[in-house]
């Protein structure tokens, strides 16, 4: 399992934002790029997927920027994944269901199904609040 650039990128900038929203409630793309060190560009695209989910409000022009919108309480790691990239993906069948009869019955396959589901469960359970608590951005 992988959890891609994107969805890290999601996670620490909206961290960056819960952290530093006690002094201000608008923040731009740029000054956020600029203090986690990564790209203006692909941290925007980033922000319109979340925004696009409803998690932050995008506001364009001079005062423009982002803020987020949900209760931070509620906005889960699962949430954020399933948003940007997608809910990381612990392993899945080498073969498809036309060459392999045993797909459903496979073991291999059922283990990692189980496991697949603790994973997005615990995933729905830790905030960007409590993240942000355990964070020094």
């Known amino acids: ?39 203006r560009i692909f941290l925007a695209k980033i922000f319109q997927k979340l925004a696009n989910k409803g998690l932050i409000n995008s506001m364009k022009g001079v005062k423009g920027g982002v803020m987020i919108i949900k209760d931070t309480d509620k906005i889960t790691l699962y949430d954020i994944f399933e948003a940007v990239d997608g809910i ?41 609040v409590n993240l942000a608590k355990k964070s020094n951005y």
């Open 88 to 128: 990381p993906v612990l392993r899945k069948c080498i073969y498809n269901r036309k060459i392999c009869s045993l797909n459903y019955d496979c073991g291999m396959n059922k283990f990692f199904n189980k496991t697949q589901k603790l994973l997005e469960n615990e995933l729905k359970k830790v905030t960007i």
């Open 1 to 39: 399992m992988l959890i891609s650039q994107a969805n890290d990128y999601a996670v620490r900038s909206l961290i960056y934002i819960v952290k530093n929203s006690q002094y201000k409630k608008i923040f731009t793309t740029k000054e956020v790029a600029e203090k986690l060190k990564i790209s």
